[in-house]
């Protein structure tokens, strides 16, 4: 099986900063991966899949990069609503696994 | 647009039987090259995937869980459904319903139902 490793586990970030998320594979993936964000109490929504392409209405300051066995989550411009928790997932190969996902905390 | 619920028991006992039904509405189940997923999350955790099921009724299941874990679907119904035998407490979770494009990545969520394992 894949394990898919993000970092940092959590991160204090203001508004307005510019912040990364890493996702590492423990084997390729290709450009497998997609990225979720997840608030408490909700489902995880899908920003990015491909490893690059922003699903339909996920505003732009979202971005993802990577191919292999390393990506990037990075969202440009800090706004008040991207405080969550982000998931990665890697779809390569059966079973599909998740990252364990780093919180995004107002610092 | 396609919306997804999850249904069943909130409280099950140890060594028992987890049953959920997953109901899709505004698209057929049947239609489309899609797999039908079951996803877990402990409180607190990350997300855990258990196995998806395919409209002609073929099925993959997580190695960790397999023994344990049977998907099904009614097409009649528009459902799919989830029976995970001989939990325990570590099987207490929100456990969502999710719809994956034939390259497996997920757009369309449940809102998730939370299963407690408890006697």
């Known amino acids: 099986d894949i394990q898919m490793t993000q970092s940092p586990s959590t991160l204090s970030a203001s508004v307005g900063d510019r912040v990364t998320i890493t996702c590492r594979a423990s084997?390729?993936?290709?450009?497998?991966l997609a990225w979720y964000q997840q608030k408490p109490g909700k489902a995880p929504k899908l920003l990015i899949y491909?490893?690059?392409s922003l699903e339909s209405g996920v505003p732009s300051r979202f971005s993802g990069s990577g191919s292999g066995t390393e990506f990037t989550l990075t969202i440009s411009s800090l706004q008040p609503d991207d405080f969550a928790t982000y998931y990665c997932?890697?779809?390569?190969?059966?079973?599909?696994?998740f990252g364990q996902g780093t919180k995004l905390e107002i610092k | 647009q396609v919306q997804l619920q999850e249904s069943g028991p909130g409280l099950v006992k140890p060594s028992q039987t987890l049953s959920l039904t997953c109901t899709v509405s505004?698209?057929?189940?049947?239609?489309?090259?899609?797999?039908w997923s079951w996803i877990r999350q402990p409180p607190g955790k990350g997300l855990e995937w258990i196995g998806y099921?395919?409209?002609?009724?073929?099925?993959y299941y997580n190695p960790s869980l397999k023994s344990r874990v049977t998907i099904s679907v009614d097409t009649s119904k528009n459902q799919f459904s989830l029976k995970l035998s001989s939990v325990t407490a570590a099987d207490t979770a929100v456990y969502y319903c999710?719809?994956?494009?034939?390259?497996?990545?997920?757009?369309?969520w449940g809102q998730g139902t939370l299963v407690t394992v408890s006697s």
């Open positions: 999710a719809r994956a494009y034939s390259s497996g990545y997920y757009l369309y």
């Open positions: 505004g698209g057929s189940i049947s239609s489309g090259d899609y797999y």
């Open positions: 099921i395919y409209y002609s009724g073929s099925t």
């Open positions: 084997q390729s993936i290709s450009s497998w």
């Open positions: 491909k490893a690059s």
């Open positions: 997932q890697q779809y390569n190969s059966f079973p599909c696994s």
